[in-house]
T-cell receptor
Framework: GAGVSQSPSNKVTEKGKDVELRCDPI?????LYWYRQSLGQGLEFLIY????????KSGLPSDRFSAERTGGSVSTLTIQRTQQEDSAVYLC??????????????????FGPGTRLTVT | DAKTTQPTSMDCAEGRAANLPCNHS???????VYWYRQIHSQGPQYIIH???NNETNEMASLIITEDRKSSTLILPHATLRDTAVYYC?????????????FGPGTSLSVIP
């Protein structure tokens, strides 16, 4: 079946411009995550959506970053007034998780191919 | 949140077992250990997870120490395609949602 898709695959933008990155999770997955990976670094958690609960935004690096998830499906990550340090690969993941880990629920995240953002 | 530490890089000869260690000394009783890997320019791939028992699947084995303060991911017969960055992570459960914290991982190079 179709996996997680992201668009665009590559985005080059000038410093100070706003960008929107899109994520289409696997159909039926209630949980959606955004991460970013800078060159040579590990994955950095940004934000997490689970069903209708308020998103966990604790990983967002600044108030220039925001994310929405409409209708419990597609998500958009917006970066305003981009800076060069925002250059990274932005990864989206989704999972079926609906139960807590302590109850034995599995926790496989399915990742998209990412969007490579370059701020010049 | 429990943190993990891994060696920055490792080499392994093709065909030999690759043993990737991970320390998670502050892990709490209801936290799971998960392993992912990321091959260059691709998204991360789930490998295996466990709570306290050793686990095995078609990709790898996971050995968790009795005190759960460390674990080892074993790729029994490494191939060149296993060259990737391997991430050991601990799942934090909080009310009805989780947050996954990835560290820098271990860069595994499989040598012909």
């Amino acid at each position: 079946g179709a996996g997680v898709s992201q668009s665009p695959s590559n985005k080059v933008t000038e410093k100070g411009k706003d960008v929107e990155l899109r994520c289409d999770p696997i159909s039926g997955h209630t949980a959606l995550y955004w991460y970013r990976q800078s060159l040579g670094q590990g994955l950095e958690f940004l934000i997490y959506f689970q069903g209708n609960s308020a998103p966990d935004k604790s990983g967002l690096p600044s108030d220039r970053f925001s994310a929405e998830r409409t209708g419990g499906s597609v998500s958009t990550l917006t970066i305003q007034r981009t800076q060069q340090e925002d250059s990274a690969v932005y990864l989206c993941a989704s999972s079926t998780r609906t139960t807590m880990v302590a109850s034995g629920g599995s926790y496989e995240q399915y990742f998209g191919p990412g969007t490579r953002l370059t701020v010049t | 949140d429990a943190k993990t530490t891994q060696p920055t890089s490792m080499d392994c000869a093709e065909g030999r077992a690759a043993n990737l260690p991970c320390n998670h000394s502050t892990i709490s009783g209801n936290e799971y250990v998960y392993w992912y890997r990321q091959i260059h320019s691709q998204g991360p791939q789930y490998i295996i997870h466990g709570l306290k028992n050793n686990e095995t699947n078609e990709m790898a084995s996971l050995i968790i120490t009795e005190d759960r303060k460390s674990s080892t991911l074993i790729l029994p017969h490494a191939t060149l395609r296993d060259t990737a960055v391997y991430y050991c992570i601990v799942i934090t459960a909080k009310t009805s949602y989780d947050k996954v914290i990835f560290g820098p991982g271990t860069s595994l190079s499989v040598i012909p």
